[in-house]
Every structure is written in C-alpha cells, then in structure tokens.
C-alpha cells in the first residue's frame, strides 16, 4: 500500500484571524520536510475561508446573497461615462458567464421604434459563439402567463461584442418593439473568452421615452427585481493565489472556498529534500469588492513516489468474478508485473486499473513488482448476493470537478474501502464546479468501470452558478453505470413550500433564469414555473386540484414533466408508487430524518406492486439529528445501513459523512474523530455485508394497502395533502388512520424526525418489528403472496375493486377494511357515497352490506373478509379501539402461520426479517435497536414448536439459519 505521512504544520483554533492576508496581500509559512525511508512526493492541504461574514457562507447564505450577484465583476475604474463597468472573466474556460434582468409589458414601449445600446471596450479580446448583449422578446400568446419565459424566444434581439483590442465604443441597433410584446430577459454575456473585455450599462431607448434597463450598481434590496442576476460571475466564494515554495511556483490559479467549515485546498508540490522550505501565499484577488482570506490550518502530505504505487484493491471478491487493483505510476512506461506472466506497461504517468482474472484460491496473496518497487495485497473469496448489494458513499459532493482532486477522491475511496459504488453530485455550494468539465469524466469514467465500481450520478445545479455543470448522459455510460438520479422531487413536487418568489432573497428572473437553465431531473427540477393572475409558484400550482384523484394524477405529470433523463429518485416520502406510474424504474427512501422500517416498508411495497428488484437507500447522515460529535450519532449510522440490509435494500448510499460532515457549518472532516467514527460504523457495516451474501426473497406476511389515490407522505406529515392550499386539504382522519401501522412498527415516529441536541432516548427513527416486517402495498399491486391485508387510509373504490377483494379473499387470504375505503367520492369533503350492484361486495360482504353495523366477519372460499360498518375512518374515536384490536388479531395470526417454518417472537426493540432460499432454508435477520443505551434485548426462535431464547446483542447484525 502507499506509504502516507500527514504532518500538520499548523492548526488554529476557529476565530483565531493571526495568519490573515488582505486583497492583493501575501504571506511566509515556513515548514520542515522529515526524512522518511522511501521515495516521497509532497502535497500541501491548506485549510482557511475568504474572509466575510460566516452565516452568509452558511447554505442559506452565500449561495443565494453572494454567488448570483453581479458585484463582484463591478469595477468603478475604466468606464464609460457612468459609475460601473463590468469586468468580465476571460480566463478561456468553457463555464459560461452572464448577467441578466427582466423587464415587463408596457415598460418596453410597445410599437415604438427602440435603440439597445452598450458601451464595450476590449484588450486582445477573443470570445466563443454567443458572446455579447441578447434582448430575448416574448410575445402575448393564448395560454402563456405574460410573464412566463421558459420556452425559447419569439425574437432576439443580439449585439455581438467585438473581438480584438480597442478603446471604448459603442454598440448598437434599431428595431421596432412588437406590439404584443409580453416581457422580455435581457442578457449579456460571454463564453470561452480570453484577454480582457469590459461593458457600460445597456440601454433600451424608445423613441420619446425612458430606458427601462437597470444600470450596473451593487446589489441592494428595496427593489430587488432591478439587480442584476449574475451567472459565474461572484468570486468572493474563490481563493485567488499564487503559491510558491522556495521561490518556486506550483499553482497558479482560484480554488473553490466551499460553504463548510474551514474548507480546504491541495496542492500537489512534487519532491522536496529534507529539511527547511518555505511556503508563500499571495492573494491575486484585485477586484473592487475583494475579501481577505483567514489561513486556519496546514498540513504536509508525504506520500511514496516509487515508479508505481499500489493504493488498493478490494478485500473480498465475488466467486467466478474478475478484479482489478487500482495504481499511480509516477514516471513514464513503467512496466509492473504480477506473475505467472501477468504483466502491463503504461506509457503515461497516472492513476491505471490492474485487472486479473477470477480467484482461484479461497485466499489469494497478489504480488505487484517493477524493476524499482514491490507490494502486495490478499484478496478472498465470497459468495454473491443475489442480487449485487451496492454500498458507497456520495461525498464526492465536496469534491472540485477538476481532474486531480477527483482523482485524488478516488484514491482514498479505494484506498480506505469505502464501497464498491460511488455516487456524484454536482452542487456549487459544495464542490463550486461552474461548468461542465468533460476531461474529468472522460478519465474516471473508464477507470470507475475497469475497477468494477459502480456508479450513479445524482442531478443537482441547484445555483444559477454551475447550474449547466452536470455531464450528459453520453459522458458517463458504462457497464456499472446505475443511471441518472434525481433528488427530492416529492419535496419539491409535494411537500416543500412552493411559493418562491416575492421575497427579497428570490426576485424575478431567478427561478426564471434557474428553471430553464438546470439539467432535467434535478432537486429543483427544470419545469415550468406555474403563474396565474398575480400568483407565481415554482413547481406546481397548489390551487389547480379539486379532488384526489386530481392530485395525484397532477403530481405525477408534474414527475413526468420533471424528469428528464433522470430513471432512479430518492426522496424520504411514502409516494414511491407515483414515481413509478411517471416513468422511473429504480427509487431509494431518503433515510435517517424519517422513521426508517416505515419508509421502506413503502418502497419495498411500491417495487413489488410495479416489478422492480432492486431498491435502495440514500442516507442523510448529517441532517437528522445533532450533536454531529455523540458516540450515539455514528451508532445511529450503523442501524440505518443495518436496516437498509435487512429491509432489502439493493442499494445504500450514504449521502455523505465519511470525507466530512455539513450541517449547521460543521468543522469536520475525514482526518477528524467525529469522521473517523463514522468510518468505524461503515466498516462494521461493510464487513459484514462483505461475508453474509443475502439471498432469497423477503417473506411479508401482511401488506397494509396505500389506496388509490392516497397522498399520505409519513414525510412532513403536518403539511396539507399534496401541498396544497384550502382547509379541506389539511391533514386527518385519512391519514392519521396510517397510524394504526405502529402496530408492526411501535417505536416509529410517523413524521420527520429530526432531533437537534439529541439526547439519548428514543426518537422515533428506529424500531423494533414483533411481528415481523410488512409491506405498504399500492392499491394495484399483486396480494397473492400475501396472508392478510389491510386498508388502513384514503381510497377512492372504482368497478372492479370489489372482483379483486373478493378473488384475493376467495383463494385464502384475509382481509381488513371498513365502509370507507368503499367510498366512491373524490373530494375529501364529499359525504360518503357507496357504490350500488355491485355483485362482488354482495359476495364478499353479503347482499345486506349497506345495512349492515358493527364488525361483520365472514368466511369467503378458503379466506375471510372483516369489514367494520361505520362510516368513519379508522383513525376515528369511535373506531380506533376495534380496528387496532382486528389489525393486531391479524398480525398474531400471521405470526402464528408461520411458526411452522420459522418465525421471530420479537419486541420493539428487535427488528427481524427472514428470507426464504432456494434449498427451502429460512434465513433471519436480527437487529438490536437499542442505540440509546446499547443493552441486549432478548427474543424467541420458534420453529415446528419448538421455541429457543435467542441474545440479541447491540452494535451487530445477528444472522440465524
């Protein structure tokens, strides 16, 4: 393995400012290089923040004051007759940079002959396609807002800015405004430009009248819609240097300042003699606005620099599959052996795949040589799953979209094990990528299929900054390539507060610019903004929906509307099902801020009812709950990958946490303790997964039915159904019957569950399952395999309902249900209305059904139906006793069933599952979730009568065949 020494040079606490370097300043650090024993190559880990306010650096802070602002491109020397000039970045790189402001209606001077003007001056300017000033008019259509600018433009009106070098002139045209002019985006801006090129303000002067067009100025808050929006241009965000060591310079450029705690920047150095070097930072940040930077801490990296350097390979390989180690070679053709005749040159210095063949030994030592340097691994051998769990992490989320620094990520992803499955997520606020840089993804995309890696892209842009920065589909397509991510929709879609703009934080044009700007499929998806009358809202209109039926179907053209390319989403609501009627193929359950069983319960439900496999889990392991520092916080880790495993999961992705944490402008990353124990919980998780191939399929005794219709989300629970507006729409009896599933589920907390200042007791995240695990089923999913089923909240009854209820009754199962779920009515304040000749209710219930009070049960066929007669919900007063009473009858007896093969007596703080193989062996699964005190819970094996006490010690996964 490659030898690593960290040595810090200095480490200061936070608000310690001794080190700080002004605008334009500089300062010395000296630093001793320690002689070690083998060939090394230095890296220098800086640690510091630009020097303004912390809550603006903070999520909800720079991203939206600072980044998409114009400010910091203002200068107020050199213009053109007026206060400010913009000064654009022309550093040659391909993220486009731009600023733009809306005007409306009347203020455009309809019909009138019109003049837009700029005053432009250029120094050995050079530009790419689309560079200069675009007026973009939107003419009065039937059915389009008039302020709705999502579709292309009916006209543009353009002023290319010119090439070469020259003093200030200006530019301009003559046009007629049309009559139907709506409103109109007024953008400049440029691409690919390199020298130097300054604008004035433009100016859209009608014949006889005023310039509507806001002149260049600071941004201010009184009348926000006449700032400037501004693309890629803030760099207050961006620490602008040149570092030299002893004298010599080894970077020359800006680095993105991250909105986490003392983020950080490498710099490779190269080999240095031992002994005394100097380090010299200069700042080259010269515009008007510029901040200083506060250096917060140092670090020297010696890594070895042998011709090639074996950084990792996987402990445990799949029986029957090939491998690959992943190396740097340090020099040019470098020629690296494996024996037995294995043997690779590679022409060009860099990070190579080594691949080899299926192992043939249950334990196989591999021996890596050159002529300048030897190592070693040991491989073994397992057992697949079946199917492939995928473990990883998405803390690539931090990494710059720049080639080393994902390199460098990839190295210590391999290195330390963190899974065979990465997930990247490209978000400015967190990695500051402002372009799409196809380099980077031409040169892991190979290496990640040839290391057998797999990997997904989670979409995300959600800043006008570095919103086009996410790679097409064409870029990323390999064979471990899971797909396309989106993120959150049911948030955005469902949940979220969806009235956007009228605020000073979110004038126009910002969702505006954003919505038609993101990649398709994203956390703010790239939909259409929903305007009428005065009213605008972002992703949906919570006015358009008069029923259920309504709603539903709305969300899930709304889904359709967002998805893009996307074909996986993670979210944390119950609404996996919609998902699925809009086209995805594969969804993860956000976990860790919701009570866990619950949500997959829904997802495994969901993926059954539409024949999915493979499902998976996204956690949130930094949201949740804080202290971020507890013992118990990591625990909590281990329990959510625990029960992703004994829930099903084909998939599970940490969000982040193993590279470093963000919360609340948190100071940790993966060389902290806080990190360093989220680590130790992964890899207990990890090695565990590693040697205990889950196959089978999950037994689920009972499915609680999620009706047609149904908009309970567990996720937020106290907002309206479907988030929409009006008292009818607040939540109740509907969904609040969805609480009698804490039946299966005790200690589950049917909300969000967040818990800042956690103390240790139990908060609703985890709980035991005594009688086992149980699915949440769509309505128009397959019973069959099923023993009971119950209808718990809202469903909308149509004809052929009752065939289905009675055919699934007739062939053994049992069924639970009341008067309400017969209901035909869509509004959530229509009366009760039961359907009539309906042959089939007559069979299963009994031709006198509507008559009918109390708890009826029949025998039908080889099953029974219990239906309560009351025209209440469940979760009603009146009905709540007897329904939790038959639910909890059905549960035990389902139980009782399957003591014959096997089955758990379990608690509320045990949950089990059991798997069904295909020798007929019953495997279980049996997780302790006690974290708030770590003590044994006990439980009772029954098999054929017989019954054993079983130990279920905290901190593991107890597997039982």
Excluded at 21 to 36: C, H, Q
Excluded at 291 to 302: K, S
Excluded at 414 to 421: K, S
Excluded at 695 to 704: E, H, I, Q, Y
């Amino acid at each position: 393995m490659r030898r690593f020494l960290r040595q810090e040079i200095f480490r200061l606490s936070l608000g310690d400012r001794r080190y700080y370097i002004p605008p334009r300043g500089e300062r010395n650090f000296p630093f001793m290089v320690p002689s070690v024993d083998f060939p090394a190559t230095c890296r220098l880990r800086l640690m510091g923040e630009t020097d303004y306010f912390w809550r603006w650096r903070t999520e909800w802070g720079a991203t939206y004051a600072i980044s998409m602002g114009v400010d910091d491109a203002l200068t107020r020397e050199d213009v053109a007759g007026e206060a400010y000039a913009l000064r654009w970045p022309c550093r040659g790189d391909r993220r486009p940079c731009a600023a733009y402001v809306k005007l409306y209606g009347e203020e455009l001077s309809p019909g009138k002959l019109c003049r837009l003007s700029q005053w432009v001056k250029g120094k050995e300017f050079r530009c790419g396609e689309g560079t200069g000033l675009a007026l973009e008019l939107y003419w009065q259509k039937e059915g389009r807002h008039p302020h709705d600018v999502f579709d292309a433009p009916d006209q543009v009106v353009f002023l290319p800015y010119p090439e070469g070098s020259y003093e200030w002139r200006e530019v301009s045209t003559e046009f007629i405004m049309p009559e139907n002019v709506a409103c109109a985006i007024l953008r400049m801006g440029v691409t690919e430009a390199h020298g130097e090129l300054r604008t004035g303000s433009p100016r859209l002067m009608p014949e006889g009248g005023e310039n509507p067009v806001p002149p260049l100025s600071p941004t201010q808050n009184r009348r926000a819609r006449f700032n400037y929006l501004g693309e890629n241009l803030s760099r207050r965000d961006w620490l602008e240097c040149t570092l030299r060591v002893d004298g010599k310079v080894v970077f020359q450029g800006e680095k993105y300042s991250s909105i986490v705690r003392r983020p950080e920047y490498t710099f490779d150095v190269g080999p240095l003699a031992p002994g005394e070097h100097l380090l010299t930072l200069t700042l080259e940040n010269d515009y008007d606005t510029a901040v200083g930077f506060v250096p917060q801490g140092l670090e020297l990296h010696l890594l070895g620099n042998h011709d090639f350097e074996f950084l990792g390979a996987p402990e445990t390989v799949p029986e029957g599959e090939p491998f690959a180690a992943l190396i740097r070679t340090t020099r040019p053709q470098v020629v690296v052996s494996a024996g037995e005749g294995r043997q690779m040159t590679f022409p060009q210095p860099g990070l190579h795949a080594f691949p080899f063949p299926p192992l043939e030994s249950p334990r196989q030592e591999i021996r890596l040589s050159s002529p300048e340097h030897q190592d070693s691994f040991l491989v073994e051998r397992k057992e697949p799953s079946s199917p492939t769990i995928c473990l990883g992490t998405g803390d690539a989320v931090y990494i710059p979209m720049e080639r080393e620094d994902m390199e460098r990520y990839l190295e210590w992803f391999v290195a330390n094990h963190m899974g065979n499955c990465l997930c990247f997520r490209h978000a400015y606020r967190w990695g500051g990528g402002r372009g799409l840089h196809e380099e980077v993804w031409r040169t892991l995309v190979p290496l990640l299929n040839q290391l057998r890696l797999h990997y997904t892209l989670m979409v995300d842009g959600r800043e006008v900054p570095g919103m086009t920065a996410n790679p097409p589909e064409e870029l990323l397509q390999g064979p471990f390539y899971l797909g396309r991510r989106a993120h959150e929709n049911d948030g955005s879609l469902c949940y979220w507060d969806n009235k956007i703009w009228g605020t000073a934080e979110f004038p126009e044009p910002y969702g505006d610019i954003l919505s038609r700007g993101v990649n398709p499929g994203g956390i703010q998806p790239r939909v259409r903004p929903k305007r009428k009358g005065g009213e605008t809202w972002w992703f949906f209109d919570p006015e358009k929906s008069r029923d259920m039926k309504e709603a539903a179907e709305y969300f899930v053209a709304n889904l359709k509307e967002a998805k893009g390319d996307s074909t996986r989403h993670s979210g944390p609501s119950t609404l996996f099902r919609y998902f699925f009627q809009a086209g995805y193929d594969c969804l993860l359950a956000e976990q860790m801020y919701g009570p866990e069983e619950v949500v997959l319960s829904s997802l495994r439900g969901a993926s059954r009812a539409y024949g999915k496999r493979k499902y998976g889990t996204h956690l949130a392991v930094q949201w949740g709950s804080t202290p971020l520092d507890s013992p118990e916080h990591s625990e909590r880790l281990f329990l959510s990958l625990a029960t992703s495993y004994l829930q099903g999961a084909t998939e599970i992705n940490i969000e982040e946490g193993l590279w470093r944490m963000e919360n609340g402008y948190a100071d940790y990353d993966r060389f902290s303790a806080v990190c360093q124990c989220h680590q130790e919980a992964f890899h207990r998780f990890r090695h565990f997964l590693e040697h205990h191939p889950r196959r089978g399929r999950l037994v689920t005794p009972v499915a609680c039915l999620q009706g047609r219709y149904d908009g309970w989300r567990c996720f937020d629970a106290g907002k309206n159904v479907w988030c929409n507006h009006g008292e009818e729409w607040k939540p109740g009896l509907p969904e609040e019957s969805f609480q009698l599933t804490k039946v299966f589920f005790p200690r589950a907390r049917l909300d969000v569950v967040h818990a800042s200042s956690c103390d240790a007791s139990p908060k609703g995240w985890y709980t035991g399952t005594p009688y086992g695990p149980v699915d949440l089923l769509p309505w128009e999913g397959d019973w069959t395999s099923y023993r009971a089923i119950a209808l718990l909240g809202w469903h909308t009854y149509l004809p052929g309902d009752g065939e289905k209820m009675l055919r699934y009754v007739q062939q053994g199962g049992t069924l639970l249900l009341g008067q309400r779920h017969l209901n035909i009515a869509l509004g959530r304040r229509d009366p009760l209305t039961l359907p009539s000749q309906e042959k089939a209710l007559d069979a299963l219930l009994g031709e006198d059904w509507p008559a009918a009070t109390g708890l009826r049960e029949r025998q039908v066929g080889q099953g029974r139906v219990l239906f309560f007669s009351s025209p209440q919900w469940p979760a009603h007063p009146d009905l709540l006793p007897d329904y939790r009473h038959a639910l909890q009858n059905l549960a035990e007896e389902c139980a009782r069933a399957e003591e014959e093969r096997g089955w758990i007596r379990a608690n509320e703080d045990v949950e089990f599952t059991a798997y069904d193989q295909e020798d007929g062996r019953r495997c279980f699964y049996l997780l302790n979730v006690r974290w708030w005190d770590r003590q044994p819970s006990w439980v009772t094996l029954v098999h054929q009568g017989q019954e054993r006490r079983v130990e279920v010690p905290y901190g593991e996964i107890l597997a039982l065949e």
